[in-house]
């Protein structure tokens, strides 16, 4: 039977409707998923589905190598090295969760490493009542914003990554230094599944290989404007128990932390291994 799709915006995203993840799938609605993915520019969502981690794991695995999030060690789930938590949950000693502003600047996820992610699958165990939404990027809209001349100038040209995270303890800082020294990617990628050009550019991003500060940062100002455009976006504000499965290979997001600190927000991610891409970076 045909996936039934709604749109979420005019940019990116499609609300899958009418599926169960707790029953089997078969490979044909794998498939299916799977061209609806790239169809509607790397971004679906599946509501109300009550699933645990080790579900959440299998339907993942239908799509790819699940990361075991060695690059950042502290944040896995303690029974679910698949399992990434993004939570303002106090850690078990009580002190703030480093976790609790996870993804607050624009990124595609594991941008930091060698192998940036495929697609990641992100499910809402506790939402506040009101806000904690992400907002998602459509960056071959990005790219094809760009004049011929910008893109023809950035072709060739490499984007620095470093991780980066707002109010981490000190330890947590070095310790993610240490594990994940800056990593350089081209300025534009091409989707290895549909061949389309994206925009590779996020807030981490702070230099341009080769170039100065001072050369870059104009340069980075104008694609991270043509990479934020309100029209190439999808705000997502989350129910319990939805699972957003975005391609990392041609969307950013960014988590705006619009919610009462008090409130619980609790978030799991399984990642999927992209394709290695990049190099150390040079005189970063
Ligand atoms: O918590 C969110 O809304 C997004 C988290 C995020 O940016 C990530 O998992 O990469």
Redesign the pocket.
């Known amino acids: 039977m045909a996936l039934r799709l709604r749109k979420l915006s005019y940019a990116l995203g499609a609300e899958v409707c009418d599926i169960d993840l707790t029953q089997p799938l078969s490979e044909d609605c794998v498939g299916d998923i799977r061209r609806a993915f790239l169809e509607h520019n790397g971004l679906l969502l599946f509501r109300n589905q009550r699933i645990g981690p080790a579900q959440h794991i299998a339907f993942s695995r239908r799509f790819g190598e699940l990361d075991r999030h060695e690059s950042v060690p502290r944040d896995r789930h303690p029974e679910h090295a698949e399992i990434?938590v993004?939570t303002n949950e106090p850690d078990a000693d009580g002190e703030p969760s480093n976790s609790r502003y996870?993804?607050?600047l624009w990124?595609s996820?594991l941008g930091f490493t060698l192998r940036p992610a495929l697609g990641?699958l992100?499910r809402a165990v506790a939402v506040p009542p009101v806000g904690?939404?992400?907002l998602f990027a459509n960056m071959y809209a990005a790219y094809d914003a760009l004049s011929a001349g910008m893109q023809s100038l950035i072709s060739g040209l490499c984007g620095i990554h470093t991780q980066q995270r707002r109010h981490v303890s000190a330890d947590w800082q070095a310790e993610s230094s240490r594990l994940n020294p800056p990593v350089a990617h081209p300025l534009v990628r091409i989707h290895p599944e549909t061949g389309r050009k994206a925009l590779y550019v996020g807030e981490p991003v702070k230099r341009i290989e080769g170039l100065s500060d001072a050369e870059s940062a104009p340069i980075l100002e104008v694609l991270m404007a043509a990479a934020i455009r309100p029209q190439g976006g999808y705000r997502?504000q989350?129910q319990v128990n939805d699972l957003v499965f975005w391609d990392n290979r041609c969307t950013n997001?960014?988590?705006?932390g619009d919610y009462d600190s008090a409130e619980r927000?609790r978030?799991e991610?399984t990642?999927l291994v992209g394709e290695p891409s990049g190099h150390l970076a040079s005189g970063a």
């Open positions: 990434l993004v996870t993804g607050q990124h996820d990641s992100l904690g939404d992400t997502h989350w997001h960014q988590a705006l927000r978030m991610r990642t």
